[in-house]
Structure formats: structure tokens, C-alpha cells
């Protein structure tokens, strides 16, 4: 199957600073990214999706100032966590879906964890 | 609307016992399903899906599952549970962006 990589896997960041999350997807182009956060024992909440050159959409409660997703090839989209706090606290993970012949799922990427102190 | 239920959020089997977690879906249009697998600290991996060809679904590690539209479910077997089958499972409902269901921990008692 096709591969995302998702990049860093784990990071710890102080509070008020700003953390940059990347996903690449490696052997497709990739015209739509989701992200998504995960809280503990629970299942993936849609952050917003990002459409290759365009803005992204984000969910209803989901802060776009506060995280600011940036999709400006079709292999790589990015989610920057700006003026992190510590509810900010998450499991993120990062989906890509194709246009390619034969995709018709999204692959996802090995998520990100991040703590923030 | 689309939505998915996942019946128990936690399931336990003894290894080698069959194990049976339960999905059932709803949508507007006909669907594609998935079943994906999560262990740890890590991303999704896919199990299966299904995509309106075959209703009986053959998946990794011995997985599969049967879409039956008459019951909207598509509930994910695997005859003989290994201990590392141990994670957490999800059931998800593509009609453009995905709707994932809450999830089933399975826990494999040696």
C-alpha cells in the first residue's frame, strides 16, 4: 500500500511556543490530507481537511488560528500548533488520499505525540 | 448522516478463540467501509476494506469481514486470536471524508 510518513513521531515543547507537524506521502500524490486528533482510549476526531493549494476546512470547534494547516504540494501537507498549551496536549495523526488509480482509501501516518510543559 | 456504532468498547478472547468485533454503519449513499487496526503510540493501519465488489472481506493477519447491507454491518472476524492481535480496532464509513467509529480494545488472555 501506499505509504504516509508522518514527522516527528514524538515531541515535547514548551508552552507558548509553536510546533510543526509534517506529513509527506512518499509514493502518491496526495490531493487531499486529513488531520486528526486523538484523545486517550478514544477515537480520531477530524480536525480539517486540506485540499492541495487551497485553504483548509476546518471542523466546527476547531481553532484555525490556533492550528494552521499549510497543503501546498500535492506530497506534503503541514499542521503548525501555534502558541501551544498544555490541553494542547494530543496524539495528532495526519491521512492522505490519492487520485491515483486504485486509491480508495487514505493511508495514515504514524502520528505525531505531543506534550507540551 | 453517516455514522458508525462500535458494540463494546472492550472485548476480550482467549488465544486462539475466535474473535468477532461488532460495526454497524449508517449512510445516505451506498459505502465504502474499512477496518483498521492501532496499536500503541502508533498511526492506523488498514485491516480491510470494502469497496462494493465481494461482500465477504479477506484482510491482513488473517482478518475479514462480511458487509451486509440488510443489517448495515460489517463486523470483523478472525477464527483463532493471536496475542498479537491485541490493539485497537476501528470501524470507519468513507462518504468523502472518514467517520470513524469509537473504537473496540481487544485484549487476548494466554
Known amino acids: 500500500g501506499a505509504v504516509v510518513s508522518q514527522h516527528p513521531s514524538w515531541v515535547i515543547c514548551k508552552s507558548g511556543t509553536s510546533v510543526k507537524i509534517e506529513c509527506r506521502s512518499l509514493?502518491?500524490?496526495?490531493?487531499?490530507m486529513f488531520w486528526y486528533r486523538q484523545f486517550p482510549k478514544q477515537s480520531l476526531m477530524l480536525m480539517a481537511t486540506?485540499?492541495?493549494?487551497?485553504?483548509?476546512?476546518?471542523e466546527q470547534g476547531v481553532e484555525k488560528d490556533k492550528f494552521l494547516i499549510n497543503h501546498a504540494s500535492l506530497t506534503l501537507s503541514t499542521l503548525t500548533v501555534t502558541s501551544a498549551h498544555p490541553e494542547d496536549s494530543s496524539f495528532y495523526i495526519c491521512s492522505a488520499a490519492g487520485t491515483q488509480a486504485g486509491v480508495t482509501e487514505a493511508f495514515f501516518g504514524q502520528g505525531t505525540r505531543l506534550t507540551v510543559v | 448522516a453517516q455514522s458508525v456504532t462500535q458494540l463494546g468498547s472492550h472485548v476480550s478472547v482467549s488465544e486462539g478463540a475466535l474473535v468477532l468485533l461488532r460495526c454497524n454503519y449508517s449512510?445516505?449513499?451506498?459505502?465504502?467501509l474499512f477496518w483498521y487496526v492501532q496499536y500503541p503510540n502508533q498511526g492506523l493501519q488498514l485491516l480491510l476494506k470494502?469497496?462494493?465488489?465481494?461482500?465477504l472481506v479477506k484482510g491482513i493477519n488473517g482478518f475479514e469481514a462480511e458487509f451486509k447491507k440488510s443489517e448495515t454491518s460489517f463486523h470483523l472476524t478472525k477464527p483463532s486470536a493471536h496475542m498479537s492481535d491485541a490493539a485497537e480496532y476501528f470501524c470507519a464509513v468513507r462518504v468523502g471524508q472518514f467517520y470513524f467509529g469509537t473504537g473496540t480494545s481487544l485484549t487476548v488472555i494466554p
Open positions: 470494502y469497496t462494493s465488489a465481494a461482500t
Open positions: 486540506s485540499n492541495e493549494g487551497s485553504k483548509a476546512t476546518y
Open positions: 509514493d502518491f500524490q496526495a490531493t487531499t
Open positions: 449512510s445516505s449513499v451506498p459505502p465504502y
